[in-house]
């Protein structure tokens, strides 16, 4: 069954700061994986799509990379901005269906 | 940029009452689903739909749920006899080729049973 962690839980950092949300999850036979950014009470927004025959994907300040072998993957985020604060959720997709798997997220505050 | 909508926002029902929750998916998506999200927990997997049937449900969408695409545009969630542990936020959410392109979520429609 797969299971999907993320590490940290939670982060504070300085404005400025570059910085890594980790992600794994433990089969390796997955579609693709999303990153996802939630802000409280709200949606989920989509921020990266990777396939699982890709080692990473960038938009703009972020970066997200995946080693399937390992069962990894990271998201980097340049130069934060207090209005990067959100919830980050990892989720895989292990079946064609398009079903997600969530880790519970790693909430990021960003202080200005 | 396209996005899919949810109505309502909140709903509040009581216990043992049905509600339907509402949702627009993105209109060239193909595959639809609902989520859920219990309050300080993971978003979890409910259901999948294509080609107007069920193509995958968790343990946890059991015979008091049910889903339905009514009309061209409409993706609903039914739950016939609503439980305390129902309460959650539950989010719709639609992509064009299932497991090969990106999801795309609703904000939600936050539901409390009393």
């Known amino acids: 069954k797969q299971e999907v962690t993320q590490i940290p839980a939670a982060l504070s950092v300085p404005e400025g700061e570059n910085l890594v949300l980790n992600c794994s999850f433990t089969?390796?036979?997955?579609?693709?994986l999303q990153w996802f950014r939630q802000d409280p009470g709200k949606g989920l927004t989509s921020l990266l799509l990777?396939?699982?025959?890709?080692r990473e994907q960038t938009s703009g300040r972020l970066n997200a990379s995946l080693d399937k072998s390992s069962g990894r993957s990271t998201l980097y985020i340049a130069a934060s901005q207090p209005g990067d604060s959100a919830t980050y959720l990892c989720a895989v997709i292990s079946s064609n269906t398009g079903k997600l798997i969530f880790g519970q997220g790693t909430t990021l505050q960003v202080k200005p | 940029e396209p996005e899919v909508t949810q109505t309502p926002s909140h709903q509040v029902t009581q216990m043992g009452q049905e509600v339907i929750l509402r949702c627009v998916p993105i209109s060239n998506h193909l595959y639809f689903y609902w989520y859920r999200q219990i309050l300080g927990q993971k978003v979890e997997f409910l259901v999948s739909f294509y080609n107007n049937e069920i193509s995958e449900k968790s343990e946890i969408f059991d015979d008091q749920f049910s889903v339905e695409r009514p009309d061209g545009s409409n993706f609903t969630l039914k739950i016939r006899s609503t439980k305390l542990e129902d309460s959650a936020m539950y989010f719709c959410?639609?992509?064009?080729?299932?497991?090969?392109?990106?999801?795309?979520f609703g904000n939600g429609t936050r539901l409390t049973v009393t």
């Open positions: 089969d390796s036979a997955i579609y693709n």
């Open positions: 990777i396939q699982s025959s890709q």
């Open positions: 959410a639609s992509s064009r080729q299932g497991g090969y392109s990106p999801l795309h």
